[in-house]
């Protein structure tokens, strides 16, 4: 399964929006799928991602599933969001 | 000290019935804020003064600690809810500013952690510590990320609350501050 985070805008700061995007992809993206599911979490086009926004998200979904994969990282907040998420989170 | 600072200075000095809420830079919700933290990412980029590199993470450095002033103060404003958020180009330098008049650092704080004694310690604890005012909730990642960031970057980063204020850049310190902020304020300078 691929998650294309641009499908959810391209700056991603607050928490309320996390949470909110985490809840519509439990809904319709990862519904039923198995915790062995390879997920793919694709970072193209995203312009500003944030510690707090991804926290809601990416945190949970590594939590929920045991093989995540990030593409497409080379925006420079993503890089420094996943940073601080994998030093204080993950 | 430039324009868009002094109005912030003085969008969290005044007395409440004096404060402009007519002001483009005022931000009652967050939906406001976010719309115009899209806006300045947009025209920076298009001004070219500053690398796109250096204005994305601007942005998430504006991102976190506007949002933060709505999570910790929700239902919880002195007066006037909401954000002063402001930016200008200076000698091609981008300068920000944000401002709130919520509870500030140490009254969050000291939900959690009841013996902070200061508004430096306070401040001191926000930007090292993992912790957060809304414990039980597992979160406080964003202000270590604002000087991990502000350091790499080069950015200089003055963020006042209560008689204290935090100087960050290559180095971190927190000092006492000139005046007292009745909330949080942050000025942010991103080189070019």
Not at chain 1, 4 to 31: D, H, N, Q, W
Request: net charge positive; hydrophobic share 40%; proline share 2%.
């Amino acid at each position: 399964m691929r998650i294309e985070l641009k499908k959810f805008g391209e700056i991603l700061v607050s928490r309320p929006a996390g949470k909110e995007a985490f809840l519509a992809m439990s809904a319709y993206l990862t519904k039923g799928l198995s915790e062995k599911e390879i997920i793919e979490i694709d970072f193209s086009g995203i312009k500003v991602l944030t510690p707090s926004w991804a926290d809601e998200v990416i945190t949970k979904i590594k939590k929920k599933f045991k093989k995540v994969e990030f593409l497409n990282t080379d925006n420079p907040t993503v890089k420094a969001t996943l940073e601080t998420l994998q030093k204080y989170s993950f | 000290m430039e324009n868009i600072e002094k109005q912030a200075w003085q969008w969290i000095s005044e007395r409440a019935e004096n404060v402009d809420i007519s002001s483009e830079n005022y931000c009652k919700t967050r939906d406001i804020f976010q719309a115009r933290l899209e806006k300045m990412t947009r025209n920076s980029l298009e001004s070219g003064k500053v690398d796109e590199n250096k204005v994305y993470m601007a942005s998430a450095i504006a991102g976190e600690l506007g949002n933060n002033s709505f999570d910790h103060n929700i239902g919880n404003w002195r007066d006037i809810p909401g954000t002063f958020f402001g930016y200008d180009f200076y000698s091609n330098d981008l300068l920000i500013v944000l401002a709130d008049r919520g509870q500030g650092v140490w009254a969050t704080l000291k939900n959690v952690k009841p013996n902070l004694k200061d508004d430096r310690e306070a401040l001191n604890i926000a930007f090292t510590e993992i912790i957060s005012g809304r414990s039980p909730e597992a979160r406080g990642n964003g202000l270590k990320f604002v000087r991990q960031s502000v350091k790499e970057l080069n950015f200089h980063l003055d963020f006042y609350s209560g008689e204290a204020k935090a100087e960050l850049n290559k180095k971190f310190s927190v000092v006492d501050s000139e005046k007292k902020v009745s909330g949080c304020l942050a000025i942010l300078r991103v080189k070019r």
